[in-house]
């Protein structure tokens, strides 16, 4: 039981920090549409420039939904069948843990003025092992959607979402945006899961 409790915390951090690294993705779609017809697009300007996100991430959504689209065999067009916009929501998720590291009530101290273990000497109250001591963990929880626009009706045909935890380092940002495109894009068109 003793072993129990302490590796509930452990268990508790790996579930957490796996759960982080997946993108949640989901899509919606007109059932009218014919997603054969579609074989060229463009980015739809006036849709991105409403993103509020910085222009550097932008770039590389953009650049990440252009390479999933090219693999697709689309092409890029001036007078395209597909008009490509996003748009983005962030939130700040705070997470409180309650874990067994830090003070509390028993435990082994340290060495006391009087000479011995504990906070006076001796075995009792101080600082140890315990249930009294929470943590408390930020993370930014991004949700990317991809609007697939029909050009010439001017109609939404395909919207993509995914929602996963987002980096500040540069270099995993960019492959954690590489990821969530992946993965919004892996649900068009569809029933074409890949």
């Known amino acids: 039981m003793n072993t129990l409790l302490r590796t509930l915390p452990l268990l508790a951090f790996v579930l957490v920090l796996t759960s982080c690294s997946s993108v949640r993705v989901a899509a919606d779609y007109d059932k009218n549409a014919n997603f054969n017809d579609y074989k060229t697009f463009a980015f739809f300007k006036t849709g991105i420039d409403k993103a509020e996100i910085s222009d550097l991430d932008k770039r590389r959504i953009l650049r990440a939904i252009e390479a999933e689209l090219l693999s697709k065999g689309f092409s890029k067009s001036e007078n395209p069948d597909l008009l490509i916009s996003l748009f983005t929501k962030s939130q700040q998720r705070v997470d409180v843990y309650n874990n067994a590291w830090g003070n509390g009530a028993w435990g082994w101290g340290g060495w ?36 697939l626009i029909d050009a010439k009706k001017k109609e939404l045909i395909w919207q993509g979402m995914g929602t996963g935890f987002l980096s500040r380092n540069i270099e995993k940002k960019e492959e954690r945006i590489k990821e969530f495109v992946t993965e919004i894009m892996s649900n068009y068109p569809p029933g074409n899961k890949q």
């Open 112 to 147: 006391g003025p009087w000479g011995g273990w504990g906070p006076w000497g001796g075995f009792g109250p101080g600082w140890g092992w315990g249930w009294n001591n929470p943590q408390v963990s930020t993370s930014t929880q991004g949700t990317l959607y991809i609007d």
